[in-house]
């Protein structure tokens, strides 16, 4: 069985808010007592490490006091507010709010040496404030989210060597070129789907988001707005794959969309033991039962 790691109380397809900051240790922060934290439990909290926030404006037991509740490793926290914003949070840097992301929790790595980068803003360019580098061969990669408007960014977290978190650019295009799924042969086999048929899957997915990201980016020029682009994304389970609609909210306006898709998977299915059914925003591939 192909098993994900418990990060932060998650599991890939969950959908949360985080908070990513350059130097979050001189933040405010309380534990689960309402106490302020020590030093062991403030090495926890390590440069650009999104955190993921529960509530972002709440209140301590004594329904006074503001802060932003968080979880870190199945423990509770607080980050103390004040009529400004984060207390201390003018010593804290960079600082990024990122709204209803969905969790992804898989592993990639690098293909060959200086093609893939970590960059601190999601750019292509070598400047202080991206802090640019590549990324050694065979670094392995946590994707935690998708930039919610540049696509093919995902926030990630380096398996290797120094703990590091940051955005790389992981278009699908190149995978196996610029990067690569270690895990992926393993992962075939305890589907039951053939490579090809998920390759198959994953083309057709991409093609649809293609389409999406320019209908989107129309409807954003012509209504001078800046509506999040839906995308399809692919996560791999236990028993077969999940396309999770991203964000959920579209899951009305692109009904119809939906059901196409779910047509020309079943077509991709067809004789492999499997189909394709949808739940609200996600479409489940399972074994017939």
């Known amino acids: 069985m192909l098993m994900f790691p418990m990060l932060y109380g998650q599991s890939p397809g969950e959908i949360s808010d985080y908070l990513v900051?350059?130097?979050p240790g001189v933040l405010r922060i309380y534990n689960k007592y309402e106490q302020q934290i020590?030093?062991?439990?403030?090495?926890?909290?390590?440069?650009?490490?999104p955190l993921r926030v529960l509530e972002?404006?709440?209140f301590l037991?004594?329904?006074?006091?503001?802060?932003m509740h968080l979880e870190i490793d199945h423990q509770r926290y607080y980050l103390l507010k004040d009529e400004s914003g984060l207390i201390n949070g003018d010593r804290a840097g960079q600082q990024e709010y990122f709204s209803e992301r969905l969790?992804?929790?898989?592993?990639v790595a690098v293909?060959?040496?200086?093609?893939?980068?970590?960059?601190?803003v999601a750019t292509f360019e070598k400047t202080p404030a991206s802090r640019h580098y590549y990324l050694a061969e065979n670094t392995r990669l946590r994707r935690w989210f998708s930039h919610p408007k540049k696509q093919s960014f995902y926030y990630v977290e380096t398996?290797?060597?120094?703990k590091d978190y940051g955005w790389a650019f992981l278009n699908s295009q190149r995978e196996n070129i610029s990067w690569y799924y270690p895990d992926k042969a393993e992962t075939m086999s305890t589907t039951g789907l053939s490579p090809e048929r998920i390759d198959r899957i994953r083309a057709n997915v991409e093609a649809v988001n293609r389409q999406l990201q320019v209908l989107f980016t129309h409807y954003n020029s012509l209504r001078g707005q800046t509506r999040e682009l839906p995308k399809w994304q692919i996560l791999e389970t236990?028993?077969?794959?999940?396309?999770?609609l991203q964000p959920a909210i579209y899951q009305t306006d692109l009904a119809e969309s939906s059901r196409y898709l779910v047509n020309d998977i079943e077509n991709i299915l067809l004789g492999s033991g499997y189909n394709a059914t949808q739940k609200e925003n996600v479409l489940e591939i399972r074994p017939k039962r």
């Open 38 to 49: 020590e030093e062991r439990d403030q090495r926890r909290f390590l440069p650009y490490q």
């Open 159 to 162: 398996l290797d060597g120094k």
């Open 111 to 120: 293909k060959v040496p200086n093609r893939l980068f970590l960059v601190k």
């Open 21 to 23: 900051v350059e130097h």
């Open 238 to 244: 236990d028993e077969g794959l999940d396309c999770v």
């Open 103 to 107: 969790f992804i929790g898989d592993t």
């Open 56 to 58: 972002s404006d709440g």
């Open 61 to 67: 037991s004594d329904n006074f006091t503001a802060c």
